[in-house]
């Protein structure tokens, strides 16, 4: 079900018939046009005309530009909700040009992937589109001002971008202007001029003031177009008008409350009283205001209201809907205030009842929240759940969550296992069980009629909810490594889940696919994986179902099955190709992928992923998901030898890892033992088996496998002069214990690697024909799936074995293959700087390097934490193969690139 859209917030406010013209201003917004500028910024505190110029300005610009279409949208508080928000963008721009109907907003779907259709709508279209974003100083959520910073950035010739707001919104603003791409008009440029002021109140309120007390009132206003209206409404049928000018000063906020006060004095009581009484809603409408006031008539009132310049603004164009000048609406609230609470929560409770009867549940909540009636707050929040979560709202249920008491929601099954969510989703394990316990309780308790104990209504989520119960406790299992209760919970929703429920299902099947993943039954795993993205694709659910991909993978890596992970990543990759999915998981895919690109030595293109992957912006990534990108930088760089590098990508990797979300069968900690090992740290190494008590005597278990694997090369890399013969005896006895559980798990890539382990440790021991067979048996499993960096990332040792095998004439073709790798690699070939590889982030991070900016600096010019500029940096220095700015910026200069 889609989010209701109001038509209200997409009005563009006509002309008032009698306003001032502005041509000065509006010629400075048709330049911006016909420059193509990306960005026009209008900001002003409140009461400068700003949304009044632009109506001028978009009334006459349609007859200019007669292939322009306006798509324009009203932001207000609730609106700092990206799903929200997207849905209210696209319906604007649709509204605007109806060929972009064809674009749809999918909450299942990446965020990138809407904005891409937008924008290839917009660059398809046959009109040029400016779109306007109304108050935007409400907008304080970071992903929507991402979402805006990637429409800037990637907006096509017709798509002008403009934005009216009391302050300066947190966008590139510097990075556009420096780039002639920013038209601005602030409030110095928005003041009424004395001829200005002298139309408008003379001839648009007919005071008829002379010309000494118009300069007067220009001067002691500043031109504040705002405090002139409330002025002349304040003026009218005054015989003293010169002296009350005299007598008028002070500030804006003085401003605004001594005249509105004395506009309201003017007022028949009916009309005060109805100011008054409707000062609490965010728009009014007759019927509305009918139910809050309990009288006829509204509609006949606000009519009157705008004839009479009363600072109400029209939402639509047949005048069902109005909202207050914001400064008005704040003087009316403060009277409203004064008459007490009581009062006003009755106002509050039949303005929720008639948006609830409206369907309108997210005002209607608010209004209940406000009149402090809770149970019926709680009563439409547990009726909203479905479609708020269908929409991916999350946000709003866990806002809602935090502002009902907690004796409403001990009453409601419903809001208890959803409380439970709310702290399995921040990270509080502990926290989620009681209440889940506590849904459950008050599912099973019945009255003495055999009626239902608890407060929670019928519905979709209440008949649901054991299957939502299990699920949340099938994760909290796994975020606590009990696979137990992983297996049991995610089993009992399967039992539970009806056949067509295709989500829950596909949900319950990943759940027992980790659980035999953590278990070591990687093939079991594999299948509940496929059965969970088949569900997941029946569900519509694409995304999450393509995003199962890098799961399987992490599975058959283990087992040795590289070209049917390659081929899963390929066929992902098209398949959001072809889709048009830009972002999630995309990102993700190129990251996963590099990885394999790594093992055949395909270093390049192993890079071309990582920066594919990059210039698809962070927002791109999954949080669960984003660590994958420096793993996979890591091991390149310690293909290349940067072995310093590769420990940093692996420091980055461990900040973003989220434990809880996959087994972690493959520590980042041990893969940094294992640089370590290459670097010759050995105590280091050796401090890292004590802390995560890591020994040869441990029983094996498959998620210590890769500690233990990592343990045994620490062993054999310090064998020549810190091991004693009888460690070495263990170590091989260890290999082998190591070898044997693995084959049984079938496990072949893990088996792979320890037999190359077992041929390097018995070598050393003197034992080389030992050490041959095992070599062979490695061969033999490793050349059908394309392994090249298992042999070339251990150097010598196996380069000596592999000579032997060759003049032994074991597999002659492919140890050939692997001994000219390894030159190629001695001989740098394959650490080529990849300049052309630089991501258009990173071209831009590139040419400020090139100014006098400092690197916070920079980072606050692209709208970025100083952490991800700096890593942004990193891999301009890697790619440009340079080791310092000046050096970068030389090189870029050099290449064309600046």
């Known amino acids: 079900m889609a989010m209701p859209v109001l038509a209200t917030k997409l009005f563009r406010p006509p002309p008032r018939p009698q306003s001032i013209a502005r041509p000065r201003l509006v010629e400075r917004l048709d330049e911006g046009l016909r420059a193509d500028r990306k960005l026009t910024l209008i900001a002003a505190p409140a009461g400068f005309g700003k949304s009044s110029l632009l109506s001028e300005w978009i009334a006459g610009a349609e007859a200019k530009w007669p292939q322009s279409r306006v798509a324009w949208l009203s932001l207000e508080p609730s609106d700092n909700d990206l799903p929200r928000f997207l849905t209210y ?181 009916d009309v005060r009283e109805f100011l008054i009484r409707t000062a609490m809603l965010d728009r009014l409408s007759g019927p509305l205001c009918d139910a809050v006031i309990e009288r006829h008539g509204s509609s006949d009132v606000l009519d009157a209201l705008e004839r009479d310049n009363l600072f109400v603004v029209p939402l639509d164009e047949d005048r069902q809907w109005y909202r207050y000048h914001h400064l008005f609406a704040d003087v009316l609230r403060s009277r409203l205030l004064s008459r007490g609470s ?28 406000a009149a402090g009636d809770f149970d019926h707050a709680a009563r439409i929040v547990e009726a909203a759940i479905p479609d708020v979560r269908k929409t991916r709202q999350d946000a709003s249920v866990l806002h809602w969550l935090t502002l009902l008491p907690v004796e409403i929601v001990l009453r409601r099954p419903v809001l208890s296992v959803f409380t439970g969510w709310s702290k399995l989703a921040s990270g509080d394990i502990d926290g989620v069980e009681p209440w889940l316990a506590k849904g459950e309780t008050l599912l099973a308790e019945t009255n003495a009629d055999g009626s239902a104990a608890h407060d929670s209504a019928d519905g979709v989520e209440l008949r649901s909810l054991p299957v939502t119960i299990a699920l949340y406790r099938a994760a909290v299992a796994q975020a606590r490594g009990d696979l137990d209760g992983v297996k049991r919970n995610a089993q009992r929703a399967l039992e539970l889940t009806a056949a067509d429920d295709h989500l829950g299902r596909g949900a319950a099947a990943g759940m027992l696919g980790l659980a035999s993943w953590a278990s070591g039954d990687l093939r079991s795993g594999v299948r509940a994986f496929e059965t969970s993205r088949t569900s997941l694709l029946l569900a519509g659910n694409l995304t999450d179902a393509l995003s199962t991909t890098m799961v399987v993978v992490d599975m058959l890596v283990p087992l040795g099955r590289l070209r049917q992970a390659k081929t899963m990543y390929d066929v992902a990759l098209q398949r959001a190709a072809d889709e048009r999915i830009i972002g999630q998981p995309t990102a993700d895919l190129h990251a996963g992928v590099s990885e394999l690109y790594r093992e055949r030595n395909q270093l390049r293109i192993a890079r071309e992923h990582l920066a594919e992957s990059e210039a698809l912006g962070e927002i791109a990534y999954s949080h669960e998901h984003r660590y994958r990108w420096f793993v996979s930088m890591a091991r390149i760089c310690e293909a290349d030898g940067q072995l310093d590098d590769a420990l940093e990508a692996l420091a980055s990797a461990e900040r973003l890892y989220l434990r809880g979300f996959f087994p972690e069968a493959r520590p980042i900690a041990a893969m940094r033992a294992r640089i370590w090992i290459k670097q010759k740290r050995f105590a280091d190494s050796r401090s890292w088996a004590a802390e995560q008590d890591v020994t040869l005597s441990d029983e094996l278990d498959y998620m210590r ?169 990193k891999h301009i220095f890697l790619k440009l193969d340079v080791g310092s700015r000046p050096a970068a910026v030389d090189r870029g200069k050099a290449l064309g690139l600046i």
């Open 342 to 369: 009581d009062f006003e929560a009755r106002l509050h409770r039949r303005a929720s009842t008639w948006y609830e009867s409206n369907d309108l549940p997210e005002d209607a909540v608010r209004h209940a929240l």
């Open 705 to 873: 496998e890769f500690e233990h694997i990592t343990l045994a090369r620490l062993l054999i890399a310090q064998s020549d002069s810190e091991t004693t013969p009888e460690l070495h005896r263990e170590t091989i006895t260890f290999l082998q214990r190591l070898l044997d559980a693995a084959e049984a798990g079938g496990r072949t890539g893990n088996a792979i690697e320890i037999l190359l382990l077992q041929a390097i440790a018995n070598d050393s021991a003197g034992d080389r024909t030992l050490s041959l067979e095992l070599l062979d048996q490695v061969l033999s499993r490793a050349e059908p799936e394309g392994y090249l960096r298992l042999f070339l990332d251990e150097g010598a040792p196996v380069m000596v074995l592999l000579r032997a095998a060759a003049a032994a004439g074991s597999h002659p073709d492919f140890v050939r293959h692997i001994i000219h790798a390894s030159r190629d690699t001695e001989q740098g070939a394959p650490i080529q700087p990849i300049h052309d590889a630089l991501s258009d982030r990173e071209l831009h991070v590139l040419r400020l390097l090139a100014t006098t900016l400092t690197g916070p600096e920079i980072a606050r010019e692209l709208f970025v934490s100083l952490n991800t500029m700096r890593t942004h940096t």
């Open 89 to 269: 963008l696209l319906a604007a721009l649709q509204q605007a040009d109806h060929a972009l109907g064809s674009t749809e907003y999918d909450p299942q779907m990446p965020i990138e992937e809407t904005l891409i259709g937008i924008i290839n709508g917009v660059a398809e279209g046959s009109h040029e589109i400016v779109l306007v974003l109304d108050d935007f100083q409400y907008i304080e959520e970071p992903s929507i001002r991402e979402a805006v910073v990637f429409l800037l950035d990637h907006s096509p010739s017709g798509l002008h971008l403009v934005i009216a707001s009391r302050s300066d919104p947190l966008l590139p603003l510097a990075r556009l202007r420096a780039g002639g791409e920013l038209t601005e008009l602030r409030a110095a440029d928005l003041r009424f001029s004395l001829d200005e002021a002298t139309s408008f109140l003379n001839e648009t309120m007919r005071l008829g003031l002379s010309p000494e007390d118009v300069g007067a009132l220009e001067d002691r206003t500043e031109g504040w177009i705002a405090g002139l209206q409330l002025v002349a409404l304040s003026m009218r049928d005054r015989p003293d008008a010169t002296d009350f000018i005299k007598n008028f000063t002070g500030s804006h906020r003085f401003v605004i409350d001594y005249l509105a006060e004395e506009v309201l004095s003017r007022q028949t009581d």
